[in-house]
């Protein structure tokens, strides 16, 4: 193969004749109806475990359907609590849209197990939270 100097390629750029493209020479674009979530990720079904400690089980149990309700109706994924290994487990299915999701989901419900949520504070009896009290300086530490 030749080489090629510098001043080969100094020239000025030349402007191709004669290269007019109407609209009526281009291909028609295709038209793809939209993937799912599955077939967005090469046909995986993925999936989140959320370890739930032993003593957030009472409160997720009382709370379940509030919690997989909109979860698997909203979101068009599986929802189960896997009571062997104390975790509950989220996955895509054919019909969920976006890949999304799955995490928002997994985060929703890890929200509840911290107790973040805001009806979970209610599975206690706690209605009106006291304020926290300031604590007095202590004095008599010598000085």
């Not at 979860?71 to 054919?94: G, Y």
């Not at 973040?116 to 000085?143: E, H, L, M």
Request: overall charge positive.
């Amino acid at each position: 193969m030749p080489k090629v100097t510098k001043k080969d390629t100094a020239g000025p750029l030349q402007e191709a004749v004669g290269m007019v493209i109407d609209d009526e020479q281009l291909p028609i674009k295709p038209k793809f109806s939209a993937l799912s979530a599955q077939e967005q990720q090469g046909g995986k079904v993925e999936f989140r475990r959320i370890p739930v400690p032993q003593n957030r089980m009472t409160p997720l149990k009382t709370a379940w359907m509030q919690l997989y309700t909109p979860i698997t109706e909203n979101l068009k994924l599986d929802m189960r609590m896997n009571l062997k290994t104390k975790k509950v487990e989220i996955k895509t299915t054919p019909q969920t849209t976006n890949p999304d999701v799955l995490q928002k989901a997994a985060d929703f419900v890890h929200a509840f197990i911290l107790g973040k949520y805001g009806w979970g504070s209610r599975c206690f009896g706690v209605q009106n939270p006291k304020p926290f009290q300031t604590a007095a300086p202590v004095y008599g530490i010598a000085d």
